[in-house]
Every structure is written in C-alpha cells, then in structure tokens.
C-alpha cells in the first residue's frame, strides 16, 4: 500500500484537503483512512448546519481569513455541484446593556473581515425579523446560511474518487513509524507507506500527532454540546437563526436557535466536559480519556478558571427547566413542554499547557506530517479554504 500522501480522518476538512490536493497535482497517489464504516460520522455528521459568515473572528487570524474564503468556495461548489442550501440570515440579539460593547465589538470585527450589508437594529426592529424574540439591540447577519454538511461532505469524497484517489473505510491508525524519507501508517488491518502524512484525526488529532510528536504541548478535550428541538407546532416562534452576544471569554456561542435544511429548529447546545471522546451521551463514560482529560495541566488550568461556568453548563445538561430559562432569554414564549430531546456533538477543542483553549485554527508541522491540532467551528464552512491551504503546505513539501 504505498502512496505519495495518506490523509487519516474522513471528516470534512479532511476530504476537502483530499480533494484540494488531488486538484493540484492529479499525478499524486492519495489514500485517505477513515476508521469508521461511513464518512463525516463525528463532528461533521453532529454540527447544526450553519454556514458562518466569519463575524466573530479576530480580523487576520487562520479563523477570519479561512471563514470568509471558504464561505466564497462552499457557495460556489454548492452552486456547481447542486447542494441544497439556503442564505437566510441571521439576528446576534443583546438582552442586557452590558452586553452591548460586546455587540459593537462584533459588529466592528465583521466590517475588518470583509461582510457587507450588515446592519446594527433597535429593539423594535428585531421584532420585524423575528417577532417572538427579546432584545434591546441586535446585527443582522445576512451572509449566514443553513445546509447538510453531510451532503457537502460525500460530495468531497465523490469527486475525489472521480481523480483517481483512494478512500479506505474501517482503518483505525494505531501507530505511525518514520523510516528514512518515509511514513508507515499502522491500522488494526494493515499498513500504509506514504512519503508524507496529513492528520486530519479530529477528536483524536492529539492521539495521532503523538505518534510522531512524543512531547506534543496540545491536548484535544472533548465538549459536548446537547440539542433539543421545538415541536412542530411551536417551530412558528423561530424564522430563521438567533444568537445570542457570546461570552468573550469562552470559545462557544451561547444557546441559540437554528432553522435546519431538512426541516425543524434546533435549540441548544450547551456545552459540558465530555467524559469520553466520543461521548454523545451523558452515560458515555471511557476511563483512560477521562483520566488523560483530567492529567493534562492545561485542563485542570481550565477547570479552575471557569469552573461556575462549567458547572452551570453540567445544570443545564441535567435540568430540563434550567436549560429552558437560558433560552427564553431570547424568547420568553418558551416554554419545557415546547422542547423534545435532539442530537448532540462532540466538539474537539485544543487546550495548551497553560490553560489556554486555543481560540483559532491551529496546524503543526515536522519531517513527516502535517497535524490540523484545532479546526473547530467554523471548520466546515471553511473546509476547502482550509484544506487549500493545507495542500499548499503538502505541495511545498512533496
């Protein structure tokens, strides 16, 4: 099984590095493993659908930069390939007076990065996008957008396929052996040479990168994020997509409400320390993750510092009632009986050493590999502008 690149993950940024590269050079020989059975079965099969607009990020960060341009490319690939989506705007709402520097600040990074037509709104106008919402202020988003990013996804591996690159299902990557200008890739099944190794392992981006890295200074800490769903005869409360100011301080949104592409309003998510990788329920328990989470001294930083917010997250997972009361600040009409249980995610959030959870995109490279150690939202809005960038890093080398 010899290759010139061996791409491990089959989420959405690693196919779109996988076509991206194959776009480049055709002439290259790519494998791509995934160790489940079907393709974008993790965070990308688990995120709500929402294309970013790239409001949020530090203007000039990988974040900002990636965002804005791989929304240009997924808007054009959707178009040429097809794939149903829809730009239907979003509202950012403030609910408290301390919460409009925040909103300003938002509002001032989304004009650095480029957004255009953006528009600051007063209560009342609020009410004319969505009318059962409760604000002060609020920023109409009308770059933002909703799709099936499973959809995006295996229509990567499709046209990667269709230049002649390889797909391997069921490969679980348990070691990787450098020898000479070459990369053994170890799976449960077999083994894979490739001159260079692209580790797109999401959740387990750590895992594999030690492979190669023995002191690697990042670890991947799982954060699951819970959803409910309005019933069906309450979905008249949403219109389209409400966010609330997030917290500067904490790398997630906020709980907020998403139209779907296929149907139906998610609410949610919170957002606990998961006590297994892959842990979608709060039962999913792995002892060795757990104890790994817990040894690693940025988390234990982590933890420390926001403890009062993790425990009000770890509330709100176990508290119907108290999950409803965070959302009804954006709509008072919710009630507990409104919402059913939905899905939940996994987000693979990277946290340093000292305690910092590592805000933007973040890739390492060495002799044999490049590591994507931190592609959380906006990954897949950005997944082509990422994985092109990533092939620009692999083209240089090969």
Known sequence: MQFDIVIIGGGIVGLATALNLKKADPGQKIALLEKEQELAKHQTGNNS???????????????????????????????????????????????????????????????QNGLKDLRKISAGELKEYEPHVNGIAGIVVPQTGIIDYKAVSQKYAEKF??????????????????????????????????????NCGGLYSDKVASFTNPKLDVRIIPFRGEYYELKEEKQYLVKNLIYPVPDPAFPFLGVHFTRMINGGVEAGPNAVFAFKKEGYKRSDFDFNEFTASLAWPGFRKVAAKYWKTGLGEFYRSYSKSAFTKALQKLIPEIQE???????????????????????????IENDHSVNVLNAPS???????????????????RI
């Open 49 to 111: 659908g929402v294309i970013h607009s790239g409001i949020y990020y530090k203007p000039g960060s990988l974040k900002a930069k990636n965002c804005i341009n791989g929304y240009h490319d997924l808007i054009a690939f959707c178009d040429q390939e097809e794939i149903k989506y829809e730009l239907c705007g979003k509202i950012i709402v403030a609910t408290d007076e301390k919460e409009l520097p925040a909103l300003e600040n938002i509002f001032t990074r989304g004009q």
């Open 161 to 198: 396929k269709e230049l002649g690159g390889e797909i391997f299902m069921g490969e679980k990557v348990v070691d990787i052996q450098n020898a000479n200008s070459k990369s053994e890739v170890i799976t449960a099944n077999q083994t894979f040479v490739g001159k260079l190794v692209v």
């Open 378 to 396: 906006p990954a897949a809005t950005s997944s082509l502008a990422i994985g092109k960038s990533i092939s620009e890093l692999v083209m240089k």
């Open 337 to 363: 009986g409104d919402l059913k249980p939905g899905g939940a995610g996994v987000r693979a959030q990277a946290c340093d050493r000292t305690g910092g959870l590592i805000d933007d995109f973040k890739i």
